[in-house]
């Protein structure tokens, strides 16, 4: 006869002294003969049994505590619940949520409230209307830039692309110079072109030192244009140095701030002009290397506006002045960017393509300029430059292997030259004259440049 399932049960499980008394097991688990003695008695334990225990507590056999749980810890009491006018615990702060709300915009001044009642500065409403004329050809440039009062003032401004990201300033992109009947507005480089050349005409003018060039904080983009374009600016008239000495009022610090040499260029439009000078961000740093900018109105008529008022925000200083008798003299008070060391020869000219040129003097490739780097090709183009005095296009033709594949690409002519000086530094050069040819490409001072101030770190502190 088979044992019951209770007799398995207590055979194959150690029972803790003086166990709790069970009720009757049911019987519809009852085993079949073909399974084992235990399952058959495991299965026969029914969840739903309901266990009688004694009104007296005992231990617990230590087979039967958790080993992850201490035996003798208390456990602890929860906190009285809290009275229905207690104020909920605060919620947890997602990473999400704004730690502080937003500031409220502060009220603005009575000076900001003045401004903005002022009419919008438009160089259009001007009477009579200068001209504003756009351009990315190099020839046209020059000529209109030919056609600029030389004797001066004028106000020259600049704009560039401005990436968020470190490192993220673009080149100049766009120049615009203006005299008193003209706006010019030159486009040197797009997203997907850019001139030959910085214009030989708007560099000339923009180094000459008898022509006055005013603007706001211009010394600083004079600063960038021979960082970007290798162009030494001179003439510079900072507008708000010039206020300072014109106006008896710019000693007022709630006019001026705290002493600051430069003045926003709204700013003295509001006070001089007594116009407001739009400076709506999304078009202050647009993308002013389109390729389509000439039809953008928008920004045409930021660039132009910010021309234009500089010069008469001059004029009005010179007359005001004028008019409390201060003697005023921009000339001998204003700025350049100047390096020695990059001026060139007074004398320097390069042989023309239309005259008779003489042969490029021999020079040996050694193998001591191999093993520094010096090309065959360096070497030549130094020779056909510094010993031969041909020009930049005389260069491009000679210096081509194949002259059935066209001339070579001013920027490849310029590599050459500077690749031969910078791996054989005892060659004999003019740093001037090298940087007149650099200047020869647009981009290729962009490239030198930092070469350019190693060469001469002196001159650049």
Same mark, same amino acid.
């Given at each position: 006869?088979?044992?019951? @399932?209770? $007799?398995?049960?207590?055979?194959? +499980?150690?029972?803790? =002294? $003086?166990?709790? +008394?069970?009720?009757?097991?049911?019987?519809?688990?009852?085993?079949?003969?073909?399974?084992?003695?235990?399952?058959?008695?495991?299965?026969?334990?029914? /969840?739903?049994?309901?266990?009688?225990?004694?009104?007296?507590?005992?231990?617990?056999?230590?087979?039967?505590?958790?080993?992850?749980?201490?035996?003798?810890?208390?456990?602890?009491?929860? &906190? =009285?619940?809290? $009275?229905?006018?207690?104020?909920?615990?605060?919620?947890?702060?997602?990473?999400?949520?704004?730690?502080?709300?937003?500031?409220?915009?502060?009220?603005?001044?009575?000076?900001?409230?003045?401004?903005?009642?002022?009419?919008?500065?438009?160089?259009?409403?001007?009477?009579?209307? &200068?001209?504003?004329?756009?351009?990315?050809?190099?020839?046209?440039?020059?000529?209109?830039?030919?056609?600029?009062?030389?004797?001066?003032?004028?106000?020259?401004?600049?704009?560039?692309? *401005?990436?968020?990201?470190?490192?993220?300033? #673009?080149?100049?992109?766009?120049?615009?110079?203006?005299?008193?009947?003209?706006?010019?507005?030159? %486009?040197?480089?797009?997203?997907?072109?850019?001139?030959?050349?910085?214009? /030989?005409?708007?560099?000339?003018?923009?180094?000459?030192?008898?022509?006055?060039?005013?603007?706001?904080?211009?010394?600083?983009?004079?600063?960038?244009?021979?960082?970007?374009?290798?162009?030494?600016?001179?003439?510079?008239?900072?507008?708000?140095?010039?206020?300072?000495?014109?106006? &008896?009022?710019?000693?007022?610090?709630?006019?001026?701030?705290?002493?600051?040499?430069?003045?926003?260029?709204?700013?003295? *439009?509001?006070?001089?002009?007594?116009?407001?000078?739009?400076?709506?961000?999304?078009?202050? !740093?647009?993308?002013?290397?389109?390729?389509?900018?000439?039809?953008?109105?928008? %920004?045409?008529?930021?660039?132009?506006?910010?021309?234009?008022?500089?010069?008469? !925000?001059?004029?009005?200083?010179?007359?005001?002045?004028?008019?409390?008798?201060?003697?005023?003299?921009?000339?001998?008070?204003?700025?350049?960017?100047?390096?020695?060391? /990059?001026?060139? &020869?007074?004398?320097?000219?390069?042989?023309?393509?239309?005259?008779?040129?003489? @042969?490029?003097?021999?020079?040996?490739?050694?193998?001591?300029?191999?093993?520094?780097?010096?090309?065959? %090709?360096?070497? #030549?183009?130094?020779?056909?430059?510094?010993?031969?005095? #041909?020009?930049?296009?005389?260069?491009?033709?000679? /210096?081509?292997? +194949?002259?059935?594949?066209?001339?070579?690409?001013?920027?490849?002519?310029?590599?050459?030259?500077?690749?031969?000086?910078?791996?054989?530094? $005892?060659?004999?050069?003019?740093?001037?004259?090298?940087?007149?040819?650099?200047?020869?490409?647009?981009?290729?001072?962009?490239?030198?440049?930092?070469?350019?101030?190693?060469?001469?770190?002196?001159?650049?502190?």
């Amino acid at each position: 006869m088979s044992k019951s @399932p209770l $007799s398995l049960v207590s055979r194959c +499980r150690p029972s803790p =002294p $003086s166990p709790p +008394r069970r009720a009757p097991m049911s019987t519809a688990n009852v085993p079949k003969a073909s399974e084992s003695r235990i399952l058959a008695a495991l299965a026969g334990m029914s /969840l739903t049994d309901t266990v009688v225990e004694t009104s007296e507590p005992r231990p617990v056999h230590p087979f039967f505590r958790p080993t992850t749980t201490p035996a003798a810890k208390p456990r602890a009491t929860a &906190p =009285p619940l809290k $009275s229905a006018t207690s104020l909920p615990a605060p919620a947890k702060k997602s990473s999400l949520t704004r730690v502080s709300p937003p500031k409220a915009p502060a009220a603005p001044t009575a000076a900001e409230l003045a401004a903005a009642e002022l009419p919008v500065y438009d160089y259009k409403t001007i009477n009579p209307a &200068p001209q504003m004329r756009f351009t990315r050809n190099e020839a046209d440039a020059n000529k209109w830039v030919a056609e600029l009062d030389q004797k001066g003032p004028l106000s020259v401004d600049f704009e560039w692309v *401005v990436v968020y990201r470190k490192g993220g300033v #673009r080149p100049i992109s766009l120049v615009q110079v203006a005299d008193a009947r003209s706006i010019l507005v030159i %486009q040197l480089r797009t997203s997907n072109s850019s001139m030959a050349r910085f214009p /030989l005409e708007l560099q000339r003018l923009l180094e000459n030192p008898t022509v006055l060039k005013s603007g706001a904080n211009i010394l600083a983009d004079a600063k960038k244009l021979f960082k970007d374009y290798g162009v030494m600016m001179a003439g510079l008239v900072e507008l708000g140095a010039l206020a300072r000495r014109a106006d &008896p009022a710019s000693t007022d610090a709630k006019v001026w701030g705290n002493g600051k040499r430069i003045v926003a260029l709204a700013k003295l *439009v509001e006070r001089y002009l007594h116009k407001r000078l739009r400076k709506d961000n999304d078009v202050r !740093v647009s993308n002013w290397e389109d390729p389509a900018l000439q039809r953008n109105e928008a %920004q045409l008529e930021y660039a132009a506006n910010d021309a234009y008022c500089g010069l008469q !925000v001059y004029n009005q200083l010179i007359a005001l002045a004028k008019a409390n008798d201060i003697t005023l003299d921009p000339i001998s008070t204003a700025t350049r960017v100047h390096h020695a060391s /990059l001026v060139p &020869p007074p004398l320097a000219s390069e042989a023309s393509s239309h005259e008779t040129l003489p @042969p490029v003097p021999s020079m040996l490739l050694t193998p001591a300029m191999e093993s520094a780097g010096v090309a065959p %090709q360096h070497l #030549r183009a130094y020779r056909h430059w510094a010993l031969g005095h #041909r020009d930049m296009d005389t260069m491009c033709v000679e /210096l081509a292997i +194949r002259p059935e594949a066209g001339a070579l690409a001013r920027g490849t002519v310029v590599t050459y030259v500077v690749s031969a000086i910078k791996h054989w530094p $005892s060659l004999a050069y003019d740093l001037g004259k090298l940087r007149v040819l650099i200047q020869t490409d647009l981009k290729s001072w962009e490239r030198h440049f930092e070469w350019v101030a190693n060469v001469a770190p002196e001159d650049f502190k």
